[in-house]
């Protein structure tokens, strides 16, 4: 039971008193661990619910495997070239980062290749009944198709297989589902959801229609099982495709190269990351080769010229010697035709180098600057030796212009023909820079969220949600749920809390089941909290009742469905019970019905005696509860609130007055009607009803305004129907409920 005090208590010496900081966070936390006990249930059906779907989700969802392997990309490129074959690296361009070879992987040149070859562009997939058919048909192990589950032949239940080799269409149908369905004698029919039947045909001969053509080569289907095919384009294949393919560098700098492959598939993800794997070897060999052959070609084609070059030039030597008899070069002129040799054949690399880096490079490029620039030098050096010939004899001049032609002519050739040669074996040993390391490997168990992580995860998901729409409900209804926020707004104490009696709500179903009288808590069972309660009321209403002029009571409220019937009722049995003669008074003439608690007929009342028709004696009821007598409302007059007025009303509290100890008065709701505004101004003490998470603060405050506008003073509140339950969850001095019964 819980008493409140008129009047505050001094702290005990010695004792402890909490901070208003601390208090607050005791309570917030109380008070959330009191609304989560409060709904317990809405949490564990909400906790269930989640859970139940998350069991469907693991049996629905299909497995997801993976495979993986690993791929090394060497730091050096020309990975045929021996030590001997260095020189030629700038011909073969530079090396290949491991960015590059990831951004490789993934291109449509490897992946478009591995989806025409593998036919990844056709999509084929059995038409399942919604939600459960794809889980009847993973779980089916037979070899022949399943047979139908009720009665539904068209879809598919396990067992089923259709191979599609080859699938044209038109471009507009590309990414659109097509319809087939298995007919009789290994008979298909293709048809498009908009168009209607588009082509029929056997397993292993090509149909064509228009545009579409299709060839299967393999059915294993009962007649009428339906087949969506999808022809993609390949965008939207290489794009799937990406999705479900990973590349990432196994530790920095490392050149170690991780890819990996899922899918629902276990037997063909494998086989399709091993194809991509290959593609990538073979185009990474192929690049590698090609720009050794593009050089040799361009040689190939330089090194004709070049050898009718040198013939010519040897021919017109040999002849010019003989024509003067044999001239031989003095060692003067021999040093000066070494010089220009020299000379040209740096002219002669330097051009070509010029034209292998024009290939890549634009004539703004350093580079190619670097090179223009060197030939600018070598072409004033030769200049030079050209001036110190002209001062040579016009003989010597000729024979060493021969000369220089031949030598010249000679170096160039071998050279290009020893570069061919190089560039050849470089050609037929290339085996790329890429290697794998190990082969694509296929998990045994799927990858993703296991089934007892799903079931965490939806478990706790559904708890929030549970606790959000907690929040949600509890942040949308600003009611009082606490007596003490009474207290602290509207400056009036609390009299009484009466907790919530499970006793009251049997008692009343009960009563209106059987649609006669119905027995008091306060006799049926007198050890309830809520009796408890209202004795403690009794005690307090004994001192607040000592400076009144009147002994009479009244108990209102600001709205209907408040307990004030079930408050006036049981604390005239209380007191009744305590040797006090209590009358109880149904002043509400609209719905009273405090008669029907007692067994007894509302006619000759309030009414009968407010208009003369009866005197008090025949309005006075005595009730089966010993010192308790009930005064019913009488016949429902068409003015109430006029009769209550008459001064025959007040003439009626002051005679009870008399004779009785305490008058208990039953008014109807003050902000519905202005009856309880009227009869206030008789009794000696107004109480006020509040009942537990049905009020906002401001319909307190508008109904106190009301009754002291009127003149009457109220005198307190009685907090009814209190959970007990979520209060004993919380902490601090507020939070504090106890039962102290009576034990066998």
């Known amino acids: ?50 859970v139940l779907m998350g069991v469907a989700w693991t049996m629905v969802s299909k497995p997801v495997y993976k495979a993986d392997a690993l791929l090394q990309v060497e730091e050096k490129g020309g990975g045929g070239m021996s030590a001997a074959l260095k020189d030629l690296e700038p011909l073969l361009g530079d090396n290949t980062t491991v960015a590059a070879e990831q951004e490789i992987l993934t291109s449509r040149m490897v992946l478009g290749r591995v989806i025409h070859r593998l036919k990844l562009d056709i999509e084929v997939q059995p038409t399942h009944l919604p939600l459960i058919g794809s889980v009847i048909a993973r779980r089916y192990k037979g070899d022949d198709p399943n047979s ?21 269409v038109p471009s507009s149908s590309e990414d659109k589902p097509l319809i087939l369905t298995a007919e009789e004698n290994d008979g298909f029919e293709l048809f498009d959801e908009g168009e209607g039947s588009i082509v029929k045909g056997k397993v292993g001969i090509r149909a064509t229609a228009g545009k579409f053509s299709i060839f299967v080569s393999k059915m294993s289907a009962r007649p009428g099982t339906r087949f969506v095919l999808i022809r993609r384009s390949m965008e939207s294949a290489v794009d799937r495709l990406r999705k479900e393919f990973t590349v990432k560098e196994r530790g920095k700098k490392s050149g170690i190269l991780e890819v990996g492959l899922t899918g629902s598939d276990k037997d063909r993800i494998g086989v399709i990351l091993d194809d991509i794997l290959k593609t990538y070897v073979r185009q990474n060999v192929e690049r590698r080769s090609a720009e050794a052959e593009n050089t040799l070609k361009f040689l190939e084609t330089q090194l004709p010229a070049l050898k009718r070059e040198m013939d010519a030039a040897e021919v017109a030597y040999n ?3 003989q024509s003067r008899g044999s001239l031989d070069l003095n060692l003067e002129t021999q040093s000066v035709l070494q010089s220009l040799v020299e000379v040209d054949n740096q002219i002669v690399a330097l051009k070509q180098e010029r034209d292998e880096l024009r290939q890549s490079f634009t004539a703004e490029h350093p580079r190619v600057q670097a090179v223009d620039q060197r030939l600018q030098r070598l072409r004033e050096r030769r200049n030079q030796f050209d001036a110190d010939v002209n001062k040579l004899p016009d003989t010597q001049q000729k024979v060493l212009r021969l000369a220089r032609d031949v030598e010249v002519s000679t170096t160039l050739y071998t050279n290009l023909v020893n570069t061919a040669q190089q560039l050849k074996v470089s050609k037929a040993g290339t085996v790329g820079d890429v290697r794998v390391i190990d082969a694509a490997a296929v998990f045994r168990q799927p990858v993703g969220i296991q089934t007892p992580a799903k079931l965490a995860i939806t478990a706790l998901l559904g708890f929030i949600i549970s606790l959000i729409s907690i929040w949600a409900k509890r942040s949308l209804r600003v009611v009082i749920e606490d007596p003490e926020v009474i207290e602290a707004k509207l400056g009036l104490p609390v009299y009484a809390t009466v907790p919530h009696s499970e006793d009251e709500v049997k008692i009343f179903s009960h009563a209106r089941k059987a649609k006669g009288a119905s027995e008091l ?23 607040a009742m000592m400076d009144a002029t009147h002994n009479s009571i009244l108990i209102t409220g600001s709205s209907p469905g408040l307990g004030k019937s079930f408050l006036s009722k049981n604390l005239g049995a209380v007191l009744a019970q305590a040797g006090s003669r209590i009358v109880i008074i149904d002043a509400d003439l609209r719905r009273g019905h405090i008669n029907k608690e007692f067994g007894l007929r509302r006619e000759v009342g309030v009414s009968e005696y407010v208009a003369g028709t009866a005197v008090l004696e025949d309005i006075v009821k005595p009730t089966s509860v010993p010192n308790l007598w009930v005064v019913t409302t009488g016949q429902i007059p068409p003015n109430p609130s006029e009769l209550l007025m008459h001064l025959r009303f007040e003439q009626m509290l002051a005679q009870l007055g008399e004779q009785f100890d305490t008058l208990i008065i ?30 906002p603060v401001a319909e307190l405050e508008q109904a106190v305004k009301r009754l002291n506008h009127a003149g009457v003073q109220v005198k307190g509140f009685v907090f009814n129907d209190l959970n007990t339950d979520r209060q004993r969850y919380r902490y601090g001095y507020k939070g504090y409920v106890y039962r102290y019964s009576y034990r066998n």
Not at 17 to 23: F, H, M, N, P, R
């Open 666 to 695: 039953d008014a109807p709701p003050i902000l519905a009607v202005s009856d309880a505004a009227i009869i206030g101004r008789h009794a000696g003490a107004t109480l006020m009803v509040a009942r537990s998470g049905c009020h």
């Open 521 to 543: 808590l306060a006799v049926m069972k007198p050890e309830d909290d809520a009796i408890e309660s209202l004795r403690g009321l009794r005690t307090t209403i004994h001192f």
């Open 1 to 50: 039971m819980e008493n409140e005090s008129l009047k505050p208590k001094a702290p005990v010496p010695g004792q402890q008193i909490a901070t208003g900081a601390e208090e607050e966070q005791g309570l917030a936390i109380g008070e959330i661990v009191a609304v989560v006990m409060e709904h317990r249930w809405l949490i564990a059906i909400v906790t269930s619910i989640a």
């Open 319 to 321: 002849a010019y010697r």
């Open 148 to 168: 139908p589950l009720f009665g539904l032949s068209s879809y598919a239940w396990g067992g089923e297989a259709l191979q599609v080799d080859a699938l044209d």
